[in-house]
């Protein structure tokens, strides 16, 4: 028969891998959990002994999400509150964060390499694929546009 205590330990175990990688929500560790086949009260236990010691914070999390979409792939205000709430992030954390989003200087860093490798196109072919890049980061017609045109200016268009 295994213990109660050893139970808990494993699911400690596999809460403290599973943040090794990378910092995680709440609701991903929880999920993650139950996925490995924890039962629940050993699961609010562990999240509650992670939340104490600092480990698990949705806010903290939701902050090192933006800003490591804004290093690495920058995202729209838009597309950054739906990858919070996938994550099960609180409307109230996510709106916090999103709010620190400059739209313009996100689809500019996002295009300004996606244009380089464009620069051998002509006016239409670059102006199309950038939109659709941008687009599918989740900028709004008015940013992107004058993402594109700014680009376009700037490759000496």
Not at 124 to 133: H, T
């Amino acid at each position: 028969m295994v213990s109660c205590e050893s139970i808990s330990q494993s699911c400690l175990d596999a809460a403290f891998r599973y943040l090794s990688y990378r910092p995680r929500s709440e609701l991903e560790l929880k999920l993650r959990l139950r996925k490995r086949g924890f039962d629940d009260s050993s699961i609010e236990g562990v999240l509650l002994r992670l939340k104490e010691q600092g480990l698990v914070d949705d806010s903290a999390f939701a902050q090192f999400w933006k800003e490591n979409r804004e290093s690495f792939s920058p995202r729209s205000r838009a597309m950054l509150h739906r990858e919070l709430r996938q994550k099960g992030v609180a409307p109230y954390i996510i709106a916090e964060v999103a709010k620190e989003i400059d739209e313009e200087a996100s689809a500019y860093m996002a295009a300004e390499k996606r244009a380089r490798k464009l620069a051998s196109l002509d006016y239409e072919s670059f102006c199309r694929k950038l939109d659709a890049f941008l687009k599918r980061r989740g900028f709004n017609y008015e940013v992107t546009q004058h993402t594109v045109n700014q680009l376009w200016q700037e490759r000496g268009g």
